[in-house]
């Protein structure tokens, strides 16, 4: 079983960059994929960004693309999102969340997904 605790949320202005943090224990960093995702009251839960063990390739939302950057430190079993330029839109709060299996597929779907962590929220004012 993997476990996931995310950190970093907090209010920012537009404009602004922030960057969340995601601590994994209980499996091999290495050969996880991971991602972040987000969510607002009454919607569902949107995929943000994604990165695989293969590679390091990563993936994007369009609503993120040139703003929000998906890294990881496979010695500190963290994965982090650096997002800049940050809009009210961003406002959410942020999941960070792992599967076993390499290859992206669809990513951007929740269900894919077999461990997720408690969230951080992420206010953004205008």
């Known amino acids: 079983q993997v476990q996931l605790v995310e950190s970093g949320g907090g209010s920012v202005q537009a404009g602004g960059s922030l960057r969340l943090s995601c601590a994994t224990s209980?499996?091999?960093?290495?050969?996880?994929?991971m991602g972040w995702f987000r969510q607002v009251p009454g919607k569902e839960r949107e995929g943000v960004a994604a990165?695989?063990?293969?590679?390091?390739?990563?993936y994007y939302a369009d609503s993120v693309k040139g703003r929000f950057t998906i890294s990881q430190d496979s010695a500190k079993n963290t994965l982090y999102l650096q997002m800049d330029l940050l809009k009210p839109e961003d406002s959410a709060m942020y999941y960070c969340?792992?599967?076993?299996?390499?290859?992206?597929?669809?990513?951007?779907?929740?269900?894919?997904?077999?461990?997720w962590g408690q969230g951080t929220q992420v206010p953004v004012s205008s």
């Open positions: 969340a792992a599967d076993f299996r390499p290859g992206p597929g669809t990513w951007q779907q929740s269900g894919r997904w077999v461990s």
């Open positions: 209980g499996l091999p960093f290495s050969s996880l994929f």
């Open positions: 990165i695989s063990p293969i590679g390091g390739r990563t």
